[in-house]
């Protein structure tokens, strides 16, 4: 019940380990093993390494990040020497990152134009071949090489602006993002115009990601909000935890299947770290006149319905699908009616896309259903490397689904029964699901929904902090996936240790902090505080 508180290594040689880039020699060139790992599979963690937590300390005297940038590429000779230069030209320390470019079958000049940049290039630079068809495929033999801190994904129709790695590190460095990207702005040859049609915002989202106007230089974001694979920056421990990029999903040849980097980012989402938006981080995307045609961008659409079932059976399972299908044919219908009802309108091309896009989820439901009735495997969601099996011998569990079973014994044995509870949920409802106490969302926006996003700082998380307790919430829970709040938020965790008391301290587990004053916690008769239901003194909560 959720209550409104708002209310009421495979490469060869030395690696860095964080302390700068080992260098290798200027262009290394490497063909993928098909038989090889695709690198989605899972990976032993660090025995020591709490892979939750931000990678480094917030500290504005730390070195600059490493990063691995990894380009990959397919017949496009034309355009790949430009997004290499716009690497080359980073205002950034040159011991601090290095460049992989995967070469992805191209059969034009794209071997060439990488032995040329090269040989120029200011920095380790590494040549590498993936044989296997995919971006997927490509992406992952480029995180197999990678030897720094961050790995960072730039396309091959993209340039970097010069202070894009260092916008990045900013996010890093000052907000201990894991996983951060920034603006793809679309730009045209000289010349060019886009159509009317281009500034619809279903239609520009295929080309470009644009947040300045929520006001927020760099922010959390959650889904439906989106990142870019063409300007992204993933922590590189988190692919040894979580595997890499789907080759279910991204571009193969002609087909369109995309969505590769929104599969990991909801499955990272799930699992407690946090997405973040740089909009310093700027690339800017070269929309070729070829692809900026009413039939390219209907593909897209459809494609990315899709796509976008495949996710949803990845993510949520395959009994989530028939639900999102009856939602996306409800909205067909609607926007079916909009098309016939307003044919003039300059939003009859955005509402056709979205038409196609609820017949590509369609369709892509109908495909799983028929895979099952044919005997085939239903898509499973992928598990963090460490998750065990059931001691009954049943199926295997992710790793969170034990952690939410652990912080439910917890509560069992260290908050009352009744008693109302902040969760620090990324909007995670099966956090809120503990048996015998009321439980919301934290921070929670007004309705009892989770608020979409973190604090932006300190003086806000205890702002949230305090009007939860001020309308009735009597514990704050920090599941272990949050742990991490008390060393982003360091005056939070300074003010919950100086006014209230830890109820429960299993950091591997959960942080349960008591926001009960000394009168309204019962003790035992030997003085010790015990479990027991609270009255509720502060105003009434309302459960939603």
Known sequence: MKLDFERIE????????????????????????????????????????????????????????????????YNRAGLLGRTLESVFRQAYPRDRYEILVVNNNSTDRTGEIIGGAAARSPVPFTHLV??????????????????????????????????????????????????????VEPVFPEGAAPPAWFHDPYVRGFFG?????????????????????????????????????????????????????????????????????????????LIEPDRLTRRDVRRKAYWGGISDA????????????????????SELVRRSRQIVGAPDSPERFGASCRVLYCLGYLAGAAGQYLDRLRGGRPAAPRRPAGAGRLASGGA????????????????????????????????????????????GHFPQAPGGAYAGHHPADSAEAIACLESAHGRGADFLLLPATAAWWLDHYRDLRVHLEARYRLAVDLPDTCLIFDLRTPAERPTAQGGAPVASATGGQRGRLRAV
């Open 130 to 183: 993936e044989r296997r068809q995919g971006l997927s495929f490509a992406r992952n033999l480029g995180i197999a090489h990678a030897r720094s801190e961050y790995v960072a994904f730039l396309d091959d129709d993209a340039a970097a602006d010069p202070t894009w790695l260092a916008a990045l590190d900013d996010a890093i460095t000052q907000h201990g993002a894991q996983v951060v990207g920034g603006r």
């Open 209 to 285: 990601v644009d947040y300045r106007r929520e006001g927020q230089p760099v922010r959390p974001i959650r889904h439906p909000l989106y990142l870019m694979g063409a300007n992204i920056a993933y922590a590189r421990r988190l692919f040894e935890r979580f595997g890499g990029f789907n080759p279910r999903l991204g571009r193969k040849g002609k087909r369109l299947l995309a969505a590769e980097e929104t599969e990991l980012n909801r499955v990272l989402e799930r699992h407690g770290i946090a997405l973040y938006y740089a909009d310093g981080a700027v690339v800017r995307h």
């Open 10 to 73: 495979r490469e060869t040689g030395p690696r860095s380990d964080g302390a700068g880039i080992a260098r290798a020699p200027v262009c290394g060139s490497r063909v993928a093993d098909p038989d090889a790992d695709d690198g989605l599979g899972e990976r032993p963690p660090d025995q020591d390494d709490d892979q939750t937590r931000p990678v480094r300390a917030i500290d504005s005297g730390a070195e600059p990040t490493t990063f691995s940038v990894v380009v990959c590429t």
């Open 396 to 439: 295997a569990p992710t790793e969170y689904d034990d952690l939410i079973g652990r912080i439910r014994k917890a509560v069992e044995v260290g908050v009352p029964r009744g008693a109302r509870i902040a969760v620090v949920s990324r909007g995670d409802d099966a956090l809120l699901a503990l048996p015998g106490r009321r439980a």
């Open 310 to 329: 495949l996710v949803d059976a990845l993510v949520l399972g395959p009994g989530a699908v028939p639900k999102r299908a009856k939602e996306r044919w």
